[in-house]
Nanobody
Framework: VQLQASGGGLVQAGGSLRLSCAAS????????IGWYRQAPGKRREFVAV???????NYADDVKGRFTISKNSAENTIYLEMNSLKPEDTAVYYC???????????????WGQGTLVTVSS
């Protein structure tokens, strides 16, 4: 499965963006979909994960502002981001895997990343 992330861009603080991640094949067989991000000079970090049963988990600093979802019929994963802050600036990556965890090493397929820049 190949994942293609899109939707990043430049936005002012307080604004919103919706990231998309289109899969080349079915994502229905994967138990977990996730979003991660990597800011300049920092390590990749967990943002959100959703399980096949709709259970979701978020990093503390995005909880209440970001929403992860998927459209299995269209094989697309989304990350709705609201009330964006400058510290949300990063390259955002989507991933799918069989383990519903925060550990990025457990994910099988990754998108190439899309850059989100939040200006103050």
């Amino acid at each position: 499965v190949q994942l293609q992330a899109s939707g990043g861009g430049l936005v002012q603080a307080g604004g919103s963006l919706r990231l998309s991640c289109a899969a080349s094949g079915s994502i229905a067989s994967f138990d977990a979909i996730g979003w991660y991000r990597q800011a300049p000079g920092k390590r990749r970090e967990f943002v959100a994960v959703a399980a096949a049963n709709s259970w979701r988990n978020y990093a503390d600093d995005v909880k209440g502002r970001f929403t992860i979802s998927k459209n299995s019929a269209e094989n697309t994963i989304y990350l709705e981001m609201n009330s964006l802050k400058p510290e949300d600036t990063a390259v955002y990556y989507c991933a799918v895997g069989s383990n519903v965890v925060r550990d990025s090493s457990k994910y099988t397929y990754w998108g190439q990343g899309t850059l989100v820049t939040v200006s103050s």
